[in-house]
């Protein structure tokens, strides 16, 4: 079926132009730090409520709760940006293994490693004359040849992560969306008795960093951002309910 000619189909047109194409591939593939952000609000927004819902459960005065969740907001945003941090830093070690690895076994083995690229090349449809010719471009290039073995052979991406930058991300998502929920106890530190009950105003400030940490999500992925809100907002309600039963049973096993 025939169909009007868009500004998204010119745009499409525009990025696989041959000099388009030169300048993006150029600059190599870009990291997403989507996933340290997603990660580090939705634990920020659950943690801090699981502290709001306890204390409010266990019926603890409201200040305790902007103690313990500034607490939590400074100590477990801290501990999560570094346990991203060092958690790159691990995988990081272990690709310059593996690559090490691979740079041994082509000065070693070279023939081996050869016919490890003929076969994985001869498996998505080269033969002949042609595969020879495949596997003689990649190893006329010793780094070329271990980034194909890197990725084809072990699955593991040659680009580069930044781990302070992940860290970062994560650091600062967990205490912008983990803030949200103490904003109502703020306000009643600030002026008193002019909310009648902050616990619900928190609960409703955790529904609405939950859905803008799906919507976000969504949108970065290219899904309906509506359902990936909803989706995000049922499995964070689901965790701040279970710290609402936990301070509800912690209260009556005290008493």
Do not use: C
């Not at 593939?29 to 609000?41: C, E, I, Q």
């Not at 400074?74 to 690559?99: C, P, V």
């Not at 803030?179 to 902050?198: H, T």
């Amino acid at each position: 079926m025939w169909r009007s000619r868009t500004a998204n189909d010119q745009s499409l047109e525009e990025e696989h132009t041959t000099q388009a194409v030169a300048a993006r591939l150029g600059r190599g593939p870009r990291h997403s730090y989507l996933r340290d952000f997603v990660y580090g609000a939705t634990d920020g927004a659950v943690t801090t409520f699981a502290v709001v819902a306890g204390v409010f459960g266990a019926d603890l005065a409201s200040g305790v709760v902007l103690i313990l969740g500034v607490g939590n907001l400074l100590a477990d945003g801290f501990s999560m940006a570094i346990s991203n941090y060092l958690g790159t830093r691990a995988e990081q070690e272990e690709h310059q293994l593996a690559r090490r690895r691979e740079e041994a076994h082509i000065r070693m083995i070279p023939e081996g490693e050869r016919e490890e690229l003929r076969q994985i090349f001869a498996a998505k449809g080269f033969s002949g004359d042609e595969l020879e010719r495949v596997v003689d471009v990649i190893t006329a290039d010793s780094r070329q040849w271990v980034d194909v073995m890197m990725r084809e052979e072990l699955g593991i991406a040659t680009e580069e992560v930044s781990a302070p930058k992940g860290a970062l991300y994560t650091f600062l998502a967990f205490l912008t969306i983990g803030a949200l929920p103490l904003i109502a106890y703020v306000y009643e530190a600030f002026f008193p008795g002019q909310m009648e009950s902050p616990f619900y105003w928190s609960a409703f400030m955790t529904g609405v960093a939950f859905f803008i940490i799906g919507s976000i999500k969504g949108r970065f992925v290219q899904q309906p951002w509506l359902r990936s809100a909803l989706e995000t907002l049922a499995i964070g309600s689901t965790a701040a309910a279970l710290a609402f039963v936990a301070g509800v049973t912690l209260k009556g096993l005290v008493e």
